[in-house]
């Protein structure tokens, strides 16, 4: 009995963070929730078979379905993105500025995947704060949240932590660059980048603002 | 192996009811099935930093999100209607007339969301048979279905029985009012509402229109 | 602690496949992977009150809301394609030419379900290797892949294995006919057909063309 409640209780945890984004964890990433791409770089646009990558509209350089990276997939192939090549980046303005703690790459899943030569594979996530949209950012105020390397042998979705968190300060901008991918020449598909952290409460605000 | 079997049929178990919209309960307020907005009070539009809700038009004052009230969530924050203030109204034509036997009121799940003193808080549903669209209702054919609160630290979408349903009859319009939220001065966001029951068969018909 | 990492095991893996698309198995009749529908018997418009229905364009004789049969359907009541009668057909071009190995044939799950009436009943899969869009088939090169009947009382996905894969050569087209379905007079709701199978090697594509 005593197993019995604890098989349930293991399936009921499990099936409620399934529900819950995949992870149980909030994303400042998210699309719905107010995040955008501000820039990536060269889209894959070339010989798809479905129709959806040649009628989206581009807005300063930002392809109209480049917010897929910022969705979720629900499993399903062809939910994500494609980049020109083996190397490119993406450039995510976050819901609000956070301290980050972790970011999750995601690709689609190996059991339902017609190929996952165009998986990113050796990335570096950084962060900083900007003050405004139109102006370049100053690079001795950016972060270098995480370097990682996305593993086709492990769970689709990949957690990596913040490298050192208390390095790190407030950022409302992240980008992804990857050098890398799993075999693909032409281009590299990404489903998700997830940014996970927390909001600054008043105190540490203040804190921040004094150092 | 007793146990294993045990196991193995809870998971299935629950991860069938998971992918069975979640509860495994038929919802005739689904937009999908046919059921749609009839009114409610008036939007949240101003300081939001997405665009959908700008872009969508109105209909007899039904915003064209509002049918997001009806729509699966997926566990995603951001895909549910926000309404002005600390209290007010949705009203919906369900699918079909039906015997109601419970409500279900969701909202997003604690782990994924940003902030949840929007969620609504005390909660009162009613329901009544619509002769015609434009007619107004007769208050006396109105039924009380459901008085409750939502709790923030429940499962994320809670279902209510029925008061009596014996005291209830058919109704194809059910409406939630709201009275209170989670601490929200400025908006109240509806994830979802569910109206389950059973369609009456032809002997109980005809017994309601003898009575 | 045994059977607790079984149990913990039994959980991971089974929510992994759900969330693998359901089954966890390639589907090439995928529409975001670049399948599509090419024919299908007259839908059922007449009666429906969602609009979705009447607002969509056809093309070629298929109507926009076709490929709702090559999408993931969420456990969601409506998201399907209704066909007129209780006969009738749907053939696709699959994203590229397999030797399919196994069908699989989704309807709602009966806990959700307002009425699986217009559930398909005894089936047919045939499939082929098209030369040109526009050309005619070649009878003698269709390949019968499996008779079936979907069971009401089972899982609401069912997959059947292609009758003798041996027999079976690479198709690119496949073809569902339904001769009967669970009672409705007017229609019958396609929600999914996924196809299962695997893309030839360069040898095994060789012997064929050798033989
Ligand atoms: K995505
Ligand atoms: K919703
Ligand atoms: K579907």
């Avoid at 932590?161 to 300060?169: I, M």
């Amino acid at each position: 009995d005593d197993i019995r409640a604890y098989a349930r209780n293991v399936v009921e945890k499990e099936i409620e963070k399934h529900a819950a984004d995949g992870l149980g964890r909030v994303d400042y990433a998210l699309a719905s929730s107010g995040a955008f791409v501000v820039k990536h770089s060269e889209p894959y646009l070339v010989g798809k078979a479905s129709n959806w990558v040649f009628l989206k509209s581009t807005k300063n350089g930002v392809h109209g379905d480049a917010d897929k990276m910022l969705r979720p997939s629900f499993g399903e192939p062809g939910q994500c993105f494609p980049l020109k090549g083996s190397s490119g980046f993406v450039q995510i303005k976050l819901r609000t500025p956070i301290i980050p703690e972790a970011i999750t790459l995601e690709h689609v899943a190996k059991s339902v995947a017609y190929d996952r030569r165009s998986a990113p594979k050796d990335c570096r996530v950084s962060g900083w704060l900007r003050a405004h949209d139109d102006l370049e950012v100053d690079t001795e105020k950016m972060f270098s949240l995480a370097e990682f390397t996305y593993d086709l042998e492990k769970s689709n979705a990949q957690t990596f932590d913040v490298l050192d968190s208390a390095v790190s300060g407030l950022v409302d901008t992240v980008r992804l660059d990857f050098t890398s991918n799993h075999g693909s020449a032409s281009h590299t598909c990404i489903y998700r980048l997830r940014v996970h952290g927390h909001e600054p409460d008043a105190v540490s605000m203040m804190t921040m603002q004094l150092s």
